[in-house]
């Protein structure tokens, strides 16, 4: 067992990873943790039901491994949090390694932050996934998240840490209200949490590293289905209501992001429209160089780290993307008012 008693001065963590036939990432993301330079903590690995030897490697780290009949990710990480015993409770998805000072900066926080609730960090630019898709997911939102604010309004499920007390008074009423939804479960606790006016730090510094490979297939699935749930919470908590406050636009998604998924499908629109003749030639050119303008920031971070030609194809890539977001928004908006808010993730 890793664990030890510091003292009333340094809380003690949990670290509840869940877990689902993930063979290929669940070694190295224990390892890590492992590889801690903080002590004082639990690791309690929720196997989701998994056909593989997720179970058998992690039974090689973990202080306690929960094997749970196959319920999806939120309802493992549910049973992880009820099982934990630490002040503080930490989640890193099965996918993630941490760095040795991960654990000892979550603790450090709280301790000189007791009016933080909560906190959430990003992804490193790095990863060792190779492939232009994961490597242009991953720069994306490790760039998207270095614009947001010192306080925000979501977690992000990678990497976040909530103190138990947080949790057990008002988090299993989130929780469960989150399973309403089949992905964004994260930013519907933090939005419930904000909305009851409790704070969330964002660590810009508390950064991990993503092993998650994308193909293009599951890319454009991930880029539809989270907006699809993102537009049910943003419709349950009334999420216009943010836009502009502190400086950025809703949840994790600053203004300018908001705004580029707005502009792309009606740029795409305007292209038939104006060859047909029913707009003047001039609108497509300046939507585009608005919606260019929204995302050079982006492509100049891609050129500094990866070269041009990387750059210019995830301009093409960024575009196609927008629409695509703005397709699972459209969808998911419908979806929520033809079922009523029925599956709300916020509900009263």
């Known amino acids: 067992m890793n664990l030890q008693t510091t003292g009333e001065s340094r809380a003690r963590l949990s670290v509840i990873v869940p877990a689902f036939n993930c063979q290929g990432t669940i070694a190295g993301c224990l390892a890590a943790i492992r590889s801690s330079s903080r002590k004082d903590y639990e690791l309690i690995v929720a196997d989701d039901g998994s056909t ?18 196959h319920a999806g990710r939120i309802a493992a990480r549910e049973n992880g949090f009820q099982a934990a015993t ?74 976040y840490a909530v103190r138990a007390a947080l949790w057990n008074n008002a988090g299993c009423a989130a929780q469960k209200s989150a399973l309403t939804v089949e992905l964004g479960e994260d930013t519907a606790m933090g939005q419930s949490y904000a909305a009851s006016g409790r704070q969330i730090a964002f660590l810009k510094d508390l950064q991990v590293t993503h092993l998650k490979t994308y193909t293009l ?4 699935a991930n880029d539809f289905n989270i907006p699809f749930w993102w537009a049910h919470i943003l419709i349950a908590t009334k999420g216009w209501k943010q836009l502009g406050k502190s400086g950025t636009g809703y949840s994790h998604s600053p203004k300018e992001q908001l705004a580029s998924v707005v502009l792309a499908p009606l740029l795409a629109l305007l292209l038939p429209l104006t060859a ?33 030609f ?36 916020v509900s009263e």
């Open 52 to 69: 593989d030897a997720t179970g058998a490697i992690a039974a090689k780290y973990a202080d306690r491994l929960l094997t749970l009949p």
């Open 86 to 159: 630490g002040q503080i409770l930490v989640n890193i998805d099965s996918d993630i390694l941490i760095q040795p000072d991960t654990l000892a900066i979550i603790s450090d926080f709280f301790q000189a932050n007791p009016g933080v609730d909560a906190l959430t960090g990003r992804l490193s630019m790095h990863t060792p996934v190779k492939g232009f898709f994961s490597q242009y997911k991953n720069l994306y939102m490790h760039h998207i998240f270095g614009r947001l604010p010192e306080r925000v309004t979501f977690l992000y499920g990678s990497i």
């Open 217 to 220: 297939r599951s890319f454009i």
């Open 276 to 308: 047909g003749g029913l707009l003047p030639a001039y609108a497509p050119p300046a939507l585009g160089a608005c919606w260019l303008l929204l995302n050079i920031r982006f492509l100049a971070f891609l050129n500094a780290q990866k070269g041009l």
């Open 310 to 345: 990387f750059a210019l194809q995830a301009a093409c890539v960024t575009f196609l993307d927008n629409i695509i977001m703005a397709a699972g928004v459209a969808c998911g908006t419908l979806h929520f008012i033809f079922s009523r808010g029925e599956r709300s993730p």
